[in-house]
């Protein structure tokens, strides 16, 4: 099984402030890398996906590098705003690259 | 469009108590998913349909977890002689031959 697991837990900013979220995986042969972020009470909404063959992913403010020899993804969110306070999960896929494995997530508070 | 929807969004459930929870997936989404959050951690694969066929159900805890798909659209997950430890939020996912899971928001399941 895919093992994933995030670094730090929890993560406090002062607004404008640059975000950078960890996530290692144990399977370097990945099918690709999600990014989804959760708020309070809420599903998941997918932000980015990197696939296996590419270097980094970006939408908007949000910036996704894959290193697959180190087993690492991080994301980057540029100039951080309050309404960014929210769970921030990686996920890899594995088992004839369907089901989804989560790391714990990382739950980021802006303050403004 | 819509998106996945999941109903109820909260249940409270007497130990031993039979639950059934319903997920409508995004229209003409082929693969449905079905997960399991604890409280703190990443959601945990539970199941796998593609249309009405159940093709995995590794991730389910016990025999008293049933789900079905009867005609290739809405799922139902059952949970039989529910135990505190199921408590938990439940996430259905839906997607087509593409990689990204889109998911609903969940039915948050107390069993007390």
């Known amino acids: 099984k895919q093992e994933v697991t995030q670094i730090p837990a929890a993560l406090s900013v002062p607004e404008g402030e640059n975000l950078v979220l960890n996530c290692s995986f144990t399977?370097?042969?990945?099918?690709?890398l999600q990014w989804f972020r959760q708020d309070p009470g809420k599903g998941l909404t997918s932000l980015l996906l990197?696939?296996?063959?590419?270097r980094e992913q970006t939408s908007g403010r949000l910036n996704a590098s894959l290193d697959k020899s180190s087993g690492r993804s991080t994301l980057y969110i540029a100039a951080s705003q309050p309404g960014d306070s929210a769970t921030y999960l990686c996920?890899?896929?594995?088992?004839?690259?369907?089901?989804?494995?989560f790391g714990a997530g990382t739950t980021v508070t802006v303050r403004a | 469009g819509a998106g996945v929807s999941q109903s109820p969004r909260y249940k409270v459930a007497k130990r031993g108590q039979d639950v059934a929870l319903r997920c409508d997936p995004i229209?003409?989404?082929?693969?449905l998913f079905w997960y399991q959050q604890a409280l703190g951690q990443g959601p945990e694969f539970l199941t796998y349909?593609?249309?009405?066929?159940?093709?995995?159900k590794s991730g389910l805890p016990s025999d008293r977890f049933f789900a079905e798909r009867p005609e290739g659209s809405v799922s139902t997950l059952k949970i039989q002689r529910t135990q505190q430890e199921d408590s938990a939020v439940y996430l259905c996912?839906?997607?087509?031959?593409?990689?990204?899971?889109?998911f609903g928001p969940g039915t948050r399941l107390l069993v007390l």
């Open positions: 349909f593609q249309n009405e066929a159940q093709l995995d």
């Open positions: 996912a839906s997607r087509t031959n593409q990689e990204t899971q889109y």
């Open positions: 990197i696939q296996s063959s590419q």
């Open positions: 229209s003409g989404h082929v693969s």
């Open positions: 996920a890899a896929p594995w088992g004839n690259d369907y089901k989804l494995s």
């Open positions: 399977d370097s042969a990945i099918y690709n």
